[in-house]
């Protein structure tokens, strides 16, 4: 029998990228999925795809009362959490003056995550087994780029969300880690680079491989690699992590 057999994991930002691919491979190894976004025609197509049971939460992470309902809605239908993989986040770069996205990014990945975890702490399977939350981080919160202060920034404040609540939550039995990804080939990761493209002038596959060329590996990582991480992280060789950041990277950060 899977490790995730019978248990509850809720995904957030499950439509696309790596966290659709980390609800599916949930899915396989037999848990129940709650698979939360804003648009539900994409949640549709994964919960299409999936082999265990799914529930579908439309919901805004920045909203705090949102999340909460979704979160309880979770537990009334398939049951108390165990696993929460806070995945929902948006990319881009920002600027001081009128344009600048930094509340929207930050209110995003930052806030919203801490949002999750509120929601999580809430509708919380009880003890006394292992409890997970996952927050996927970015290989940026492990070094500077110019022009995504807010991205870094609220990436690097997962790290330190992570940490505290590994502490907090450790009497518990509730395993915190952070996951930072270097490039993976999501739709995200192809607008980041069509970003540098046309600032650069560019072609999309030059700019490709200019990025690449900072990689030892010269490699992306596929949603799926990622998602793998997060199965092991919930299995019982992954019981001895917490307050982590892992960092399948391809060697673009050695720490």
Not at 57 to 81: K, N, W, Y
Not at 222 to 249: C, M, Y
């Amino acid at each position: 029998m899977s490790d995730l057999e019978g248990r509850v994991a809720l995904v957030t930002g499950a439509g696309t990228g790596i966290g659709r691919a980390i609800a599916l491979r949930l899915s396989r190894g037999g848990a129940k999925v709650a698979l939360l976004g804003r648009t539900r025609s994409t949640l549709e197509k994964v919960a299409a795809e999936a082999r265990a049971e799914t529930l579908i939460l439309c919901a805004d992470v920045r909203d705090a009362s949102d999340q909460m309902r979704a979160f309880e809605q979770a537990a009334h239908t398939l049951g108390p959490i165990h696993a929460l993989i806070a995945n929902a986040g948006i990319g881009g770069g920002n600027e001081a003056g009128p344009e600048d996205r930094w509340d929207e990014v930050v209110r995003t990945n930052l806030d919203g995550t801490y949002h999750s975890i509120r929601a999580f702490e809430a509708h919380q399977a009880p003890g006394p087994g292992l409890r997970h939350a996952i927050l996927i981080s970015s290989c940026l919160a492990r070094f500077g780029v110019p022009g995504y202060t807010a991205y870094c920034a609220s990436k690097a404040g997962l790290l330190g969300m992570t940490r505290a609540l590994a502490l907090e939550w450790a009497q518990r039995n509730v395993l915190v880690n952070s996951i930072c990804p270097g490039w993976v080939d999501t739709e995200m990761a192809r607008e980041g680079m069509q970003g540098i493209a046309d600032a650069t002038g560019e072609s999309f596959e030059e700019a490709k491989q200019g990025a690449l060329q900072a990689v030892p590996l010269a490699r992306m990582s596929e949603p799926e690699e990622i998602a793998g991480l997060v199965a092991f992280l919930l299995s019982s060789e992954g019981r001895g992590f917490t307050g982590q950041a892992l960092d399948p990277n391809n060697g673009a950060w050695m720490g």
